[in-house]
C-alpha cells in the first residue's frame, strides 16, 4: 500500500513539471501576443521608425518567439527573470518588495479565513438541518454567488464613502502604527476572506457530514458518545484529509481575488505591479508576475492533491 501511495504522490508531481513547463509556455506567448507594439509604446507617438527599428533590435523582439522562449527559459533555470523594459532594471529587484507585500496580505487573509471557515463549516456539520446550518450555508452560497469586485466595491462604498471608518485606498508607506496597520489592510483582508471563507466553508461542512455518516462514527453515537465528542474525537481526525485538502484549494482562489483586489484598492503587490506593466508592454515583468501566480497556484493544486491521495484511507 505504501508504494502505491509512493508512486501516486510521484506520479502527480510528474505531472505538476509539466504542467509547469506548459504553464510558462502559455505565459510567454500569451504575454508575447498583446495587443501593441512594445517599442512603440516605450518611445512614444514622436519616436521615427528608425527609432522604433533600432528599439526592437536591441530588445531582441524581432528574433523568433521560440527562441525568445528559450532564451527566457534559460534565463529562468540561472534564476534570472530579465530586466524590465520600462525602466531597465533587474524584473527580481522590482517584484522583490512587492512580492513582500503580497505575502503579507495573502498571510492575513489566510491566518483570519482558515479559522473562521473551519469553525463555521465544523459547527454547520455538528447542527445539520438547524436554523444555524441554513443560515451559514444560504450566506456562503451567497458570497460565493458574488465576484470579487463587487464585494470590494461593496466594502468601499460602506465602509469609505458612507461610515467613513476605513480609507478607500490601501498605502502600505503611510502606516507609523499598528492602528494605521489595520486601517489599511481592514478592507483588502475583508474582501479575500469573504471570498475565501465561503468556498472553504462549504467544503469543510461536506467533509466533516461524509465523515459523520461513516458506520464507526453511527456506532460511537449509540454508544452514547456526545455530538461534541463524536464529532472532535471520532469524525474530525478522520476528515482532516478532505479538510485540508478543502483548505489548499479554497486559498488558490487567492491567486485571483489577490489580483482584483490589490487593483481596486491600490494596493502595492505583484498583482498591481503585473497590471501597471501590461500599460507599459513591459513584457519581462508581466511573464514574471505572471509566471509566479502560476507558480502559487499550481502549488497549491498540487499540495491538494497529494494531501487527498496520502488521506485516502483505502490507500494506507
Known amino acids: 500500500m505504501k508504494s502505491r501511495v509512493l508512486n501516486l504522490v510521484l506520479k502527480r508531481l510528474g505531472i505538476a513539471v509539466v504542467t ?36 526592437r533590435e536591441a530588445m ?54 482558515v479559522p473562521l471557515a473551519l469553525t ?8 445539520r438541518g438547524s436554523v ?36 478607500a485606498l490601501s498605502s502600505v508607506n503611510e502606516a507609523h502604527s499598528l492602528t494605521d496597520l489595520v486601517r489599511i489592510y481592514a478592507m483588502p483582508v475583508i474582501t479575500l476572506t469573504f471570498v475565501i471563507s465561503a468556498q472553504m466553508i462549504r467544503m469543510t461542512r461536506a467533509a466533516v457530514i461524509e465523515t459523520l455518516s461513516t458506520p464507526y462514527v453511527e456506532m460511537a453515537l449509540l454508544k452514547g458518545a456526545s455530538r461534541s465528542r463524536m464529532v472532535l474525537r471520532h469524525a474530525l ?47 519581462p515583468l508581466i511573464q514574471s508576475c505572471a509566471m509566479i501566480f502560476c507558480l502559487g497556484y499550481l502549488f497549491l493544486i498540487t499540495a491538494a492533491d497529494v494531501v487527498a491521495i496520502m488521506s485516502n484511507p483505502r490507500l494506507r
Do not use: C
Open 237 to 283: 481526525p478522520n476528515a482532516l484529509g478532505p479538510i485540508v485538502n478543502a483548505i489548499a484549494l479554497s486559498l488558490s482562489y487567492l491567486v485571483g481575488g489577490v489580483i482584483i483586489v490589490e487593483t481596486i484598492f491600490n494596493y502595492p503587490g505583484i498583482a498591481k505591479l503585473m497590471v501597471d506593466a501590461v500599460a507599459t508592454r513591459d513584457l
Open 60 to 113: 531582441h523582439l524581432n528574433d523568433p518567439a521560440i527562441l525568445r522562449f528559450l532564451l527566457w527559459l534559460v534565463g529562468l533555470l540561472h534564476g534570472d527573470l530579465g530586466t524590465s523594459y520600462a525602466n531597465e532594471m533587474p524584473v527580481a529587484a522590482l517584484i522583490g518588495g512587492r512580492l513582500v507585500n503580497t505575502m503579507k496580505l495573502a498571510g492575513i487573509t489566510t491566518l483570519l479565513s
Open 120 to 127: 463555521l463549516g465544523i459547527t454547520a456539520a455538528m447542527l
Open 132 to 167: 444555524y446550518d441554513r443560515t451559514v450555508t444560504i450566506l456562503s452560497i451567497g458570497v460565493i454567488s458574488v465576484p470579487e469586485f463587487m464585494v470590494a466595491t461593496l466594502a468601499v462604498l460602506l465602509f469609505a464613502v458612507y461610515l467613513k471608518w476605513l480609507p
Open 20 to 55: 509547469l513547463l506548459i504553464v510558462l509556455f502559455a505565459v510567454f506567448f500569451a504575454t508575447s501576443m498583446l495587443p501593441g507594439d512594445t517599442a512603440s509604446i516605450l518611445l512614444g507617438q514622436a519616436a521615427t521608425p528608425e527609432a522604433v527599428a533600432g528599439l
